[in-house]
């Protein structure tokens, strides 16, 4: 039966529509999705018109565990495959440094011409997460295809040639088993100084290989090893590679497991492997859609997207800084000081969480770690991150505030409020129970050691770390992690009826926690510590984003926020591209689209490689990802309890849709806006939490399941909708009839990344 309070609803809407002119027939009652997705995203894929050279350049593929890169090995006349396993790492026991219990390298396949290479082309086919090549030699040319089982852990390279190129060959070239931060170390004097005094290496690889198969073993110190097994077969004039890769600790057994995997495959066939590989791929775009009058910024869109589910899965290897795609690198592990949560910040609105278990299960399942992270004297109750660990969440002691310099005692907290960012956009009450709360309860324990009453009543901090830039008192880096912390066990203890102990001191600290030390340029970093040299890391802005603890509904808040950005942008000596995504988001928290796009292009024109890969002193991945989450700030924002459709579109953005991104409280939305202008919004709820909708549709029409109803107006421009689990509401101004399809807007993508000349 219908409720009296939806038949009034339904009654005023009807007085309403009769004035306006529309009748409840006026639009369809569901938005639906009209797209060639092959057509598409063959617009989106990587072409080299020129074959890449480096890291840098490369095309890459991955499976959320192997990886596998393509280019042109420099000064050199082959193709380098490189190889790439996210499992490899050492396990030497006297430390959990970047030395001792790092990722390793593990080596490449060299395709070496019968004639000297003179050109080529590449090709990263996105849809079917392949890559094809065409090299010519001097003497013919050699064509390759190419994937990474999107399931089984298999790389499969086909290739046929012309003319004198049939006696092309392979060559396995294992790489040194080392850090690759002491390998980095050794190729650049500057950083000599951080590499140990002494540095015993691993064994020598073990090689048995015949011309058409072979299997290298890497043992190590420590225990263990890695086994790299392939196998050539022919079929007519296709030749066919085929590799898997196989680490084991401490037993032995690589080589076996390996070849079993490798056996498998053969098994399976080339025809089978290469239609379940598709088929995957062909499941995973279509979780969300999104089009974009910049070409530029769709086609970048979508290659994070190939890349964000070949560097993990839910069940695979978490995304450090560099995924599947290990080289040399001073950052051979996880940093949780930045990079860790940016990667994963683009799973929530674009409704692809199934990747995020692989975050989820580092840090859930392995709390006896973070214990063991801390010092002796302060892990009851508590757990904690140093800037860097292994996979297994290892990391070096966590400082202790006032003593260690540094104390970079954040870290856990901050990725903890990128495990409540997915338990948001999913609302699993029992994930926030069983898992998440009492991660956080460990997390915010540790402050609790330290905080102490001063003589104005308040609590402080004592010396702790700001990342990237140095250590304060009453850091504002640990002031808004400590406040956010305490703010969401109070909330999360309310929601599942907990009637924890620790309830009042939680109540204490936002009661009495000092305000953030702030100056006449903005936000200091800390007690007196102003921001006073360039600061690539905003740190010292957290409050405002992603935490979102002052924010623009509070006028005094928002002119804050605007000085601390500017000032903090004024000293760009120091600036990456993380700097101008951080930027950007920022601005779209307060509503400045165009700001918030200024700021990206600029992450476009100087930072972002041909293959949107990304390098500072080393590569890392999370900079061009967290340029995903900027461009999602600007069309859909849903924090402090409103959902925000299209908060902060730049002008030049004039079309723009989106279908089935998702937002917190586990509403799917789709929207679309046409001329400058909201054409329609449609929420789905999809935990039966409150809704509320903030739009710039100035007279919006609501239609909930094919009938009109009237939310409550709570004031401009925002709306409290009623949605139970599983309901409906379309959102459109009066007096029009939209269409409710989301389909591509047109623009010049035309593939736009690759190596053009």
């Given at each position: ?67 596998w ?46 004639g ?28 390759v ?25 392979w ?33 020598p ?70 239609r ?34 070949s ?184 929601r ?21 030390p702030?100056?006449?340029?903005g ?124 908060p ?11 279908y ?5 409280g ?7 806006r ?21 739009t ?48 591509p807007v ?12």
């Amino acid at each position: 039966m219908m409720s009296f309070k939806r038949f009034a609803w339904r009654a005023a809407c009807m007085s309403l529509l009769l004035l306006i002119g529309v009748g409840c027939a006026g639009t369809k009652s569901e938005a639906r999705l009209e797209v060639d997705w092959e057509q598409f995203m063959q617009k989106q894929d990587l072409v080299w018109n020129v074959l890449p050279e480096y890291w840098y350049e490369s095309a890459y593929m991955g499976n959320g565990m192997l990886g596998w890169m393509i280019y042109k090995e420099p000064g050199q006349n082959y193709l380098r495959f490189e190889t790439g396993d996210c499992n490899v790492h050492d396990h030497r026991p006297e430390k959990n440094d970047l030395f001792h219990k790092c990722r390793l390298l593990t080596g490449h396949f060299a395709l070496h011409p019968c004639g000297e290479i003179t050109g080529g082309q590449m090709r990263l086919d996105l849809w079917n997460a392949e890559t094809t090549a065409d090299i010519s030699t001097t003497r013919g040319k050699i064509h390759v295809r190419s994937f990474v089982h999107s399931e089984q852990m298999v790389i499969v390279t086909q290739l046929w040639t012309e003319g004198g190129e049939a006696d092309c060959r392979w060559e396995w070239k294992p790489a040194p088993s080392e850090s690759p931060r002491w390998l980095f170390a050794k190729q650049n004097p500057d950083w000599k100084a951080a590499m140990p005094e002494q540095y015993p290496l691993n064994p020598p690889v073990e090689v048995d290989s015949t011309k058409t198969e072979g299997v290298s073993y890497q043992p190590l110190q420590a225990g263990g090893g890695t086994a790299v097994r392939w196998q050539e077969t022919h079929e007519g004039d296709v030749r066919t590679l085929w590799v898997t890769l196989k680490h084991t600790y401490p037993e032995t057994n690589a080589r076996e497991l390996s070849a079993k995997t490798l056996d498998d495959a053969l098994r399976t066939g080339y025809a089978e492997l290469q239609r379940t590989h598709r088929a995957w791929w062909h499941a995973y775009y279509p979780a969300s859609f999104l089009t974009l009058p910049d070409g530029q910024k769709e086609n970048f869109y979508w290659i994070q997207m190939y890349k964000l589910a070949s560097a993990t899965r839910g069940d695979r290897a978490l995304m450090d800084c560099t995924g599947p795609w290990l080289t040399v690198t001073p950052w051979p592990n996880a940093w949780w000081n930045l990079n860790v949560q940016l990667s994963y910040w683009p799973l929530n609105a674009s409704n692809r969480l199934s990747l995020a278990g692989s975050l989820e299960h580092t840090l859930y399942d392995h709390l006896d770690q973070l214990r063991l992270n801390l010092k002796e004297p302060y892990r009851e109750g508590a757990y904690g991150l140093a800037r860097s660990t292994n996979f297994e969440g290892a990391s070096d002691p966590v400082g202790i505030p006032g003593v260690d310099t540094p104390a970079e005692v954040g870290n856990l907290t901050w990725a903890c409020h990128s495990l409540w960012l997915i338990y948001r956009h999913q609302m699993d009450d029992a994930l926030l129970r069983d898992k998440l709360f009492p991660l956080l309860k460990g997390a915010i324990n540790y402050y609790l050691y330290f905080l102490r009453e001063e003589e104005d009543g308040k609590l402080h901090l004592p010396a702790t770390f700001s990342p990237e830039y140095g250590s304060a008192e009453d850091c504002n880096y640990d002031l808004s992690l400590l406040r956010w912390g305490c703010q969401t066990l109070i909330e999360s203890a309310k929601r599942l009826q907990i009637d924890d102990p620790l309830i009042p001191k939680w109540q204490n600290v936002l009661d009495n926690l000092t305000p953030y030390p702030q100056d006449e340029n903005g936000m200091c970093i800390g007690r007196n510590v102003p921001y006073a040299f360039s600061h690539r890391h905003y740190s010292h802005l957290l409050m405002a984003y992603p935490l979102y603890l002052i924010n623009k509904e509070d006028a005094d808040e928002a002119a804050l926020i605007e000085k601390s950005l500017n000032y903090w942008q004024s000293k760009a000596g120091a600036h990456q591209g993380y700097s101008l995504t951080g930027a950007s988001s920022i601005s779209s928290a307060l509503g400045k689209g165009n700001d918030a796009l200024s700021y990206l292009n600029g992450l476009f024109g100087r930072f972002l490689s041909v293959n949107t890969l990304y390098r500072e002193s080393g590569p890392v991945i999370e900079t061009p990802l967290s340029g995903v989450q900027s461009i999602h700030d600007m069309l859909l924002q849903s924090w402090g309890g409103k959902i925000r459709v299209f908060p902060a579109v730049p002008d030049a953005w004039q079309d723009v849709a989106y279908y089935d991104f998702r937002a917190e409280g586990a509403f799917s939305i789709s929207a679309s806006r046409q001329g400058g202008k909201t054409a329609f919004i449609e929420i789905k709820s999809l935990a039966g939490e409150p809704c509320v909708l903030e739009t710039d549709i100035v007279r919006p029409v609501f239609e909930r399941q094919g009938e009109m109803i009237q939310p409550i107006r709570l004031g401009e421009g925002v709306w409290q909708i009623e949605l139970e689990k599983g309901e409906s509401c379309v959102v459109y101004p009066a007096g029009t009839k939209p269409d409710m399809v989301v389909r591509p807007v047109e623009n010049q993508t035309n593939n736009w990344f690759g190596k053009k000349q």
